[in-house]
């Protein structure tokens, strides 16, 4: 353990700024809390960790930027202890890279935004107490339904917010998957971890015989632990196009792109190029779903400049609640299709999303404070 230190000489104007490397998302929020104080804000979240075929079999970890309003930070005390926290020293003028000149600006969002909602109401409060995601409740709180059942038993109201959620949930677009299939997202999101899994269960559960096809486009994406894993469940590697099977729902093939980063958009828009000259029309977005929303919305715009049709969800093990992803999956145009449990590919995958979703969208002590005879929903 490493003694949570600070650079006097050194700290920004706007506060000082620690670099925390941690197992989970919900060990970052504790050790947050419990060290740096509830006003201490998250400014940035990196996978970092596992190289190689050892990613597939260890748990890589979050490296988390927290940053301390410059009035709170003297009432830290440099001794502390980070719990079950690796922690280095104090960030000077910080991980926040001014940006490039000549980078492409991300248009803004047309989607989600933040949605406003009123406490008055003692199950908002009880729900935010255990919570829940803020922008949720505002959605929820603007269905034609709140005020008939804002008033109900707390029993009651939870049942009304799944059912609702469900109905919203069934609702939406769902895209089918093709016969070419291409993974996109941002470096350490779990894409290719998610790819084993979809190899797996392609290979065991359907029957399948599906093949690989590694794409550079200009960045480097070296292909050493899945070639491995390949090997092991008998899916053949490609690194060019030519020479590869016929593409047929028997044999179906995936496609592996190097992490597109999300300051760059020509990746992205080079990226899109690519796939419409192979006619790949399954463009399956993979993200972290333990990242801050921020991130998540970040990646969703980015990922409309390369055509994205699918989201896959990773990390979901990690959450204590999935409150903050159904305004995602019900605001946006991507068609929900897997949640991937674990950092290894033996961990668990899912294609029903909204069961996974329903099923880690109330914290345990509001099931035990009026929703257990709810459960089976």
């Not at 309003?69 to 440099?78: N, W």
């Not at 008033?151 to 009304?160: H, I, M, R, S, T």
């Not at 994406?221 to 020479?243: H, K, M, Q, S, Y």
Request: charged share 25%; glycine share 6%; net charge negative.
């Amino acid at each position: 353990m490493n003694n949570l230190t600070q650079d006097q000489a050194a700290t920004p104007a706007s506060g000082k700024r620690f670099r925390l490397t941690v197992r989970s998302a919900e060990e970052a929020v504790r050790v947050i809390r419990d060290k740096l104080g509830d006003q201490a804000r998250v400014l940035s979240v990196r996978q970092v960790g596992g190289e190689g075929l050892k990613r597939f079999i260890s748990s890589p970890k979050l490296e988390v930027i927290a940053e301390i309003p410059a009035d709170d930070s003297d009432e830290i005390s440099d001794s502390g202890l980070l719990e079950e926290a690796e922690v280095s020293e104090d960030l000077a003028v910080a991980d926040k890279e001014a940006p490039s000149s000549n980078a492409p600006n991300l248009p803004e969002d047309p989607g989600l935004s933040d949605v406003s909602f009123d406490e008055s109401n003692d199950k908002v409060r009880l729900l935010r107490k255990a919570g829940f995601d803020l922008n949720l409740l505002g959605e929820i709180q603007s269905w034609s339904s709140w005020q008939e059942m804002k008033d109900k038993p707390l029993a009651d109201v939870l049942k009304e917010i799944t059912v609702g959620l469900s109905d919203r949930f069934r609702s939406t677009k769902l895209t089918p998957t093709t016969d070419k299939i291409a993974l996109i997202g941002a470096p350490g999101v779990g894409k290719t971890t998610t790819l084993c899994k979809f190899l797996a269960h392609e290979v065991f559960m359907n029957k399948k015989i599906p093949f690989v096809l590694k794409v550079e486009n200009g960045i480097p994406n070296p292909d050493d632990a899945l070639r491995i894993f390949c090997e092991v469940i008998g899916v053949t590697l490609f690194r060019e196009p030519e020479g590869m099977p016929q593409v047929s729902e028997e044999s179906p093939l995936y496609l592996d792109f190097p992490g597109l980063s999300l300051s760059n958009l020509q990746d992205w828009v080079e990226a899109k190029q690519t796939l419409d000259a192979m006619q790949v029309d399954t463009r399956v977005l993979v993200v972290n779903g333990a990242y801050e929303r921020d991130i998540l919305l970040r990646s969703i715009r980015s990922a409309k400049h390369v055509g994205a049709t699918h989201l896959a969800i990773t990390h979901f093990d990690e959450l204590s609640n999935s409150t903050k992803l159904w305004p995602v999956l019900l605001q946006e145009d991507l068609s929900p299709l897997c949640i991937c449990n674990g950092q290894n590919v033996t961990g668990d995958f899912s294609t029903n999303v909204l069961n996974q979703l329903i099923s880690r969208t109330f914290p345990e002590e509001l099931y035990a404070r009026g929703f257990s005879s709810y459960k089976n929903v």
